[in-house]
């Protein structure tokens, strides 16, 4: 009895060892920037910070208005921090520490320095 709770967690343990040595700061800051408290980037952000349109309505003078979530692959880490802790226009405002808006940050960075139609910007990380 006693040794089968043993093993038990001597394997929980090193499952969850093994969960935190596999989870790269990379796929971290993806997760959160994919799924974070709070509603996700993506539908105004794009899948990777390119933007994307949220809605489109008809003002009062029957002009058709896009509502639209910016490209946000230039930004910096304290434009970030500021749009993140405060909100900014629709975007609500999270709940990050520091360290988690810098893998988010980062996340930004490197998945647009893969892209290849991404070349011409700078990538000062
Ligand atoms: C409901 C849609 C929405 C969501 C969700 C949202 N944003 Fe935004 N975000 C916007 C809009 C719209 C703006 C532009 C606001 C303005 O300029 O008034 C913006 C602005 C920003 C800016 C500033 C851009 C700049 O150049 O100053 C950053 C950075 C940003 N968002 C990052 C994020 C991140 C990261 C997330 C997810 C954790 C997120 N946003 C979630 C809609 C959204």
């Known amino acids: 009895m006693y040794k089968k709770y043993k093993i038990l967690i001597v394997f929980l343990f090193a499952s969850m060892m093994h969960a935190e040595d596999f989870i790269t700061n990379f796929e971290y800051g993806q997760m959160l920037y994919h799924e974070p408290r709070g509603v996700s980037c993506v539908?105004?952000?794009g899948e990777t910070g390119e933007g994307r349109d949220i809605a489109s309505y008809k003002n009062k003078r029957g002009e058709t208005v896009?509502?639209?979530?910016?490209?946000?692959?230039?930004?910096?880490l304290s434009k970030l921090t500021q749009s993140l802790k405060n909100g900014k226009g629709v975007m609500p405002r999270y709940f990050f520490t520091n360290k988690e808006i810098k893998m988010i940050y980062s996340y930004l960075k490197k998945v647009n320095a893969t892209e290849e139609n991404n070349s011409?910007?700078?990538?000062?990380?």
């Not at 011409?120 to 990380?125: A, D, H, L, P, W």
Request: proline fraction near 10%; aromatic fraction near 0%; include cysteine.
């Open 66 to 76: 896009v509502l639209r979530g910016p490209d946000i692959r230039d930004t910096t």
């Open 43 to 45: 539908p105004c952000h």
């Open 120 to 125: 011409t910007k700078g990538e000062e990380q």
